[in-house]
């Protein structure tokens, strides 16, 4: 089932590549003030996004192309961190429904078409691979976080499931905006050029 993003508004790509050569950080600012849950709430929902679906996260290597953040199905929450010197995605996918062993191998609509979904345990979350293609799932209440991509090194999406955090304040003013005037939902921008610019949001309901 094909479905819909609401994107932020566009950024140059020139600046999202400047940034991701010239600031990369170590890991999640775990002494950073959380953001607000009310402010939170009314940036996610001013896209249709369910506050409890944003997350951010560290992925070595690649930066937040800001303008690919936007809701992903009914409510869930997408975004993806870019490395142009690698020419790799890494897709932060959060949406409703479950992951277990009977339903890991289950198609989501971002492997691979003809190959085979592998899937393995590893610690709190499911490593599923097809090809070159490959991600983690990590089971949350009512959601399922999602970090992958095609050719990105097993251990940079173990590097970036492992830094899964909820915004903090500095954060979400980078990952979601101020709601505009109005609360209206903000429609899709152009996406980075590069790759394929954004993640597929065809994803099956059940993990």
């Not at 994107?7 to 003030?33: F, I, K, W």
């Not at 999406?157 to 492992?162: C, H």
């Not at 903090?168 to 899709?188: K, Y």
Request: net charge negative.
């Amino acid at each position: 089932m094909t479905r819909t993003a609401r994107l932020l508004p566009v950024l140059l790509l020139g600046s999202v590549l400047l940034t991701a050569c010239g600031s990369e950080r170590a890991g999640p600012a775990d002494s950073a003030d959380p953001a607000e849950p009310a402010e939170l709430a009314s940036r996610a929902q001013a896209l249709g996004i369910a506050p409890e679906a944003v997350y951010t996260t560290d992925a070595p290597g690649h930066t937040l192309a800001q303008q690919s953040v936007g809701v992903l199905g009914d409510d869930g929450f997408s975004a993806v961190y870019v490395s142009p010197q690698k020419g790799t995605q890494v897709r932060l996918a959060v949406d409703r429904g479950t992951v277990t062993a009977a339903t890991c191998e289950r198609r989501t609509g971002a492997e691979a078409a003809t190959t085979p979904v592998t899937c393995v345990r590893d610690g709190d979350a499911w490593y599923r691979s097809a090809g070159q293609w490959a991600e983690y799932a990590v089971p949350k209440k009512d959601f399922v976080v999602r970090v992958g991509g095609t050719g990105v090194p097993r251990d940079v999406l173990r590097e970036a499931v492992d830094h899964l955090h909820r915004p903090s304040a500095d954060e979400l003013d980078t990952l979601l905006p101020s709601a505009p005037a109005g609360g209206e939902p903000v429609e899709r921008g152009d996406l980075p050029s590069f790759g394929d610019g954004a993640p597929d949001n065809d994803v099956d309901a059940g993990g």
